[in-house]
C-alpha cells in the first residue's frame, strides 16, 4: 500500500513517517522547501502543478497554515491555502480514488463543557479553528458530491507534545540544572503524543475506516499543574515551576479555554483506542 502525507515537514509527520514504514507501507511526503526521491515538491499556492503519484491508496493531509498568528495576522492568505486550495487538492484525491485523512483539531469546538462528541456542531472561537472548521464543512460536503463518503476520515487532535517541542523542551533543560520555570496557571489542554496520534492514523488505514474521529487527553489540565505533576513525577522539587497568569507578563493566548479535551467514544468503538493519560505523557519526559 502506497501512502502519501502532505506536510512532510511537521512535527506529526516526523513521527508518523517512521512508524507507517514499519508498518511495512511505501510512503512518500510532500514539502515545500525541497525534492528528493521519497519527497515531492507541493506549493500549497500552485497545487495545479502538483502530480499526483501513481498506485495512491491514501493521502494524509497534514500541511496548510498551522501558526495561530498567522491565521490571525494574514487570515486571507491562510484561508486561500487552509479552505480553498487544500479542498481543491482534496477534490483530486477523491477524484482519482485515493482515500484521504485530514487531520483536524479540538479547537474547532469551545464548548462550556468538556468532551464534545464526534458528531457534535463545531463551535470555533479564533481564526485558526474557524479556519480547520470551514476546510472540514467543505471536505464533508465535497465528498458527499462526489458520493466519497466512505474515503475521507477527519482526524481531530488534542494537543501533542513531546520533550523537543515548546515550552517543555525549556522546562526540561530548567529541570535539569535546578532552575525555576514559569507556566501558565491559565492556559489548559489535554495532552497527547505525537507517537498515540500516528497510531491513529495507522489504525484507520488498516480499517479503511470513514468518518470522523477524536484522540484526547484524558482531561485538562493548566500547564502550571501539568509541570507541577512532572516534577513529581521525575522525583524534583516541586516548587521549580511557578505558576503565572498570561495578563501578569502581557502575554495575548489566542487560544485560552478551561475544556480542549474530546469525547472518545466512537473513536475507541471503531479504532479500538482509548484516552491517553498523564502517566503516558510523563513517561516520555522521562526518557
Given at each position: 500500500m502506497k501512502i502519501l502525507i502532505v506536510g512532510g515537514d511537521s512535527r506529526l509527520s516526523k513521527t508518523l513517517l517512521p512508524m507507517l514504514k514499519m508498518n511495512n507501507y511505501s510512503v512518500l511526503k510532500t514539502s515545500r522547501k525541497y525534492s528528493n526521491k521519497e519527497t515531492l515538491f507541493l506549493d500549497f499556492e500552485n497545487i495545479d502543478d502538483f502530480l499526483i503519484p501513481k498506485d495512491l491508496d491514501f493521502a494524509i493531509i497534514v500541511g496548510g497554515v498551522t501558526d495561530y498568528n498567522a491565521c490571525e495576522d494574514n487570515y486571507e492568505y491562510a484561508h486561500k491555502i487552509n479552505c480553498i486550495n487544500m479542498p481543491l487538492l482534496i477534490n483530486n484525491f477523491l477524484k482519482s480514488n485515493i482515500n484521504v485523512i485530514f487531520i483536524s483539531t479540538n479547537t474547532v469546538f469551545m464548548k462550556n463543557?468538556?468532551?464534545?462528541?464526534?458528531?457534535?456542531?463545531?463551535?470555533?472561537?479564533?481564526?485558526?479553528?474557524?479556519?480547520?472548521?470551514?476546510?472540514?464543512?467543505?471536505?464533508?460536503?465535497?465528498?458527499?458530491?462526489?458520493?466519497?463518503?466512505?474515503?475521507?476520515?477527519?482526524?481531530?487532535?488534542?494537543?501533542?507534545?513531546?520533550?523537543?517541542?515548546?515550552?517543555?523542551?525549556?522546562?526540561?533543560?530548567?529541570?535539569?540544572?535546578?532552575?525555576?520555570?514559569?507556566?501558565?496557571?491559565?492556559?489548559?489542554?489535554?495532552?497527547?503524543?505525537?507517537?498515540?496520534?500516528?497510531?491513529?492514523?495507522?489504525?484507520?488505514?488498516?480499517?479503511?475506516?470513514?468518518?470522523?474521529?477524536?484522540?484526547?487527553?484524558?482531561?485538562?489540565?493548566?500547564?502550571?499543574?501539568?509541570?507541577?505533576?512532572?516534577?513529581q513525577y521525575l522525583k524534583k522539587d516541586q516548587n521549580l515551576c511557578t505558576p503565572i497568569n498570561s495578563s501578569d507578563i502581557n502575554v495575548k493566548l489566542r487560544y485560552n479555554h478551561f475544556y480542549t479535551s474530546l469525547n472518545m467514544k466512537y473513536t475507541s468503538s471503531i479504532l479500538d483506542i482509548n484516552y491517553v493519560n498523564l502517566e503516558e505523557i510523563y513517561e516520555i519526559f522521562k526518557k
Open positions: 463543557y468538556s468532551h464534545p462528541k464526534e458528531n457534535e456542531i463545531r463551535n470555533p472561537g479564533f481564526p485558526y479553528a474557524s479556519l480547520k472548521s470551514i476546510t472540514e464543512k467543505k471536505l464533508i460536503m465535497l465528498s458527499q458530491e462526489l458520493s466519497k463518503e466512505n474515503q475521507l476520515s477527519i482526524l481531530r487532535l488534542t494537543k501533542n507534545v513531546s520533550f523537543d517541542t515548546s515550552p517543555f523542551d525549556n522546562w526540561l533543560d530548567k529541570i535539569k540544572n535546578n532552575e525555576n520555570f514559569n507556566a501558565f496557571n491559565n492556559l489548559f489542554f489535554a495532552p497527547i503524543t505525537f507517537e498515540k496520534s500516528s497510531e491513529a492514523i495507522i489504525k484507520i488505514i488498516e480499517k479503511s475506516a470513514p468518518g470522523i474521529f477524536h484522540i484526547s487527553g484524558k482531561k485538562d489540565i493548566s500547564y502550571s499543574d501539568f509541570g507541577k505533576g512532572l516534577l
